[in-house]
C-alpha cells in the first residue's frame, strides 16, 4: 500500500510543519526574562552591554551608552537595545543643540 519513500516524504513534510510552527510560536524575546541560558550559553546581559557599545560607536555624542549600560544592569538584560529600532534606544537618546 505505502513504500518507504512516501512514508519517508510524509514524516520529512511533518517534521517541517512541526518547525515552522514553532518558530512561530516561541519569539526570539522569550528569553529575556533571564540573565542566562545554561542550554544556549547565552549571557543576555553581556548581549545588552555590547549592543549599548555599538550604539555607542553609531550615535557617538547623540547615545548615552552609560546610561544604556546602567539599565542593562539594573533590569538584568531585560530590555535588549537594538541600534536599528528607534522605540529600543529611544530612552537613551539626547539632541545636541
Same mark, same amino acid.
Given at each position: 500500500m505505502y513504500n +518507504?519513500?512516501?512514508?519517508?516524504l510524509l514524516g520529512l513534510a *511533518?517534521? *517541517?510543519c512541526c518547525l515552522l510552527h514553532s518558530s +512561530? !510560536?516561541? #519569539?526570539?524575546? !522569550?528569553h529575556y526574562g533571564k540573565r542566562f %541560558? #545554561?542550554?544556549?550559553?547565552?549571557d543576555f546581559i553581556q548581549i545588552c552591554l555590547n549592543n549599548c557599545a555599538q550604539?555607542?560607536?553609531m550615535? =557617538? %555624542?547623540?547615545?548615552? =551608552?552609560q546610561t544604556c549600560a546602567e539599565s542593562c544592569l539594573?533590569?538584568? =538584560?531585560? !530590555?535588549?537595545?537594538d541600534c536599528e529600532d528607534i522605540g529600543s534606544i529611544a530612552p537613551f537618546l539626547n539632541a545636541l543643540e
Open positions: +518507504n519513500k512516501s512514508i519517508m *511533518l517534521t *517541517l +512561530n !510560536a516561541m #519569539p526570539s524575546i !522569550a %541560558d #545554561p542550554m544556549g550559553g547565552i550604539c555607542k560607536k550615535f =557617538g %555624542d547623540y547615545f548615552q =551608552g539594573k533590569f538584568k =538584560g531585560k !530590555a535588549i537595545p
